[in-house]
């Protein structure tokens, strides 16, 4: 029996034989065909055909090329093994700031998120981001151990206009921090008094702040102990968003409601 990875190999070693291999594993196609969509030369799209018949992978009658039920497992697989690596490198500058070991989906769920880090030209990228997410929705969730003044005075402007809805879980230190600042107590209250947001004081420990737009974007942010977020990673993965909702809703059930008045002067 051949070694398994002497025909990865020979797969790998020609993207032209990936190419056609993953093109006929969706659906058969000609010669004339492969080669204008594939845009490959007729002698080299000859050898390749032939090379992957030999393999078994695909099969030829006359002009027309199909996959073999082999060589669409292998088309599959080999599909997975390259968003695999899509993932790893999207991700793989950022990963230390991801809690992966808190999280409940794979991490290929985010090999299209969008990513957002501070730069040397633009330290303020993530909040900027943050802040043109929060006026582009309806609904807005989120749960978080840190405050970060830009984002809560968006807050409070959308909130107080009407044109928020805001559910927001915070921790017990987090409101204590708040209830002893003025400005952010201030805020938070003009926000419950609107009626249009509601925050609940959750007396357990979070490490990584999550947010949820019209339930349809999932915000993960990691924000250091200065209030500066290091990235912010934002999917409209369905998983991962039902995962971030039930996260904060779980916390929520076990927190308790923040009233205006019970805000300390």
């Given at each position: 029996m051949t070694d398994p990875l002497d025909q990865i190999q020979y797969l790998v070693m020609s993207k032209n034989r990936v190419r056609v291999l993953e093109y006929l594993s969706e659906a058969p196609a000609d010669r004339e065909e492969l080669s204008e969509q594939l845009d490959i030369p007729r002698s080299t799209l000859s050898r390749v055909l032939t090379g992957l018949e030999a393999q078994n992978w695909i099969s030829q009658h006359g002009s027309d090329c199909n996959s073999t039920p082999l060589g669409a497992v292998l088309a599959d697989e080999f599909t997975s093994l390259k968003e695999a690596v899509e993932t790893m490198q999207h991700l793989e500058d950022v990963i230390d700031y991801l809690p992966v070991d808190e999280t409940d989906f794979e991490l290929n769920r985010l090999r299209d998120a969008t990513i957002t880090t501070p730069t040397q030209t633009d330290?303020?990228?993530?909040?900027?981001?943050?802040?043109?997410?929060?006026?582009?929705?309806?609904?807005?969730?989120?749960?978080?151990?840190?405050?970060?003044?830009?984002?809560?005075?968006?807050?409070?402007?959308?909130?107080?206009?009407?044109?928020?809805?805001?559910?927001?879980?915070?921790?017990?230190?987090?409101?204590?921090?708040?209830?002893?600042?003025?400005?952010?107590?201030?805020?938070?209250?003009?926000?419950?008094?609107?009626?249009?947001?509601?925050?609940?004081?959750?007396?357990?420990?979070?490490?990584?702040?999550?947010?949820?737009?019209?339930?349809?974007?999932?915000?993960?942010?990691?924000?250091?102990?200065?209030?500066?977020?290091?990235?912010?990673?934002?999917?409209?993965?369905?998983?991962?968003?039902s995962w971030v909702v039930s996260t904060i809703e779980e916390h929520r059930r076990e927190a308790e409601q923040i009233r205006a008045n019970t805000l300390a002067e």
């Open positions: 330290p303020g990228a993530p909040v900027r981001r943050a802040r043109e997410l929060l006026h582009e929705a309806n609904e807005f969730r989120f749960l978080t151990n840190t405050v970060v003044s830009p984002l809560v005075e968006t807050l409070r402007e959308q909130t107080v206009q009407g044109e928020l809805t805001l559910v927001g879980v915070i921790t017990g230190d987090l409101l204590d921090a708040v209830s002893d600042s003025p400005e952010f107590r201030e805020r938070t209250r003009e926000m419950i008094e609107s009626g249009s947001a509601e925050f609940y004081r959750y007396d357990g420990s979070v490490s990584q702040t999550l947010g949820v737009a019209d339930e349809t974007v999932a915000v993960i942010t990691q924000i250091d102990r200065d209030g500066n977020q290091r990235a912010q990673f934002e999917t409209d993965d369905r998983y991962v968003c």
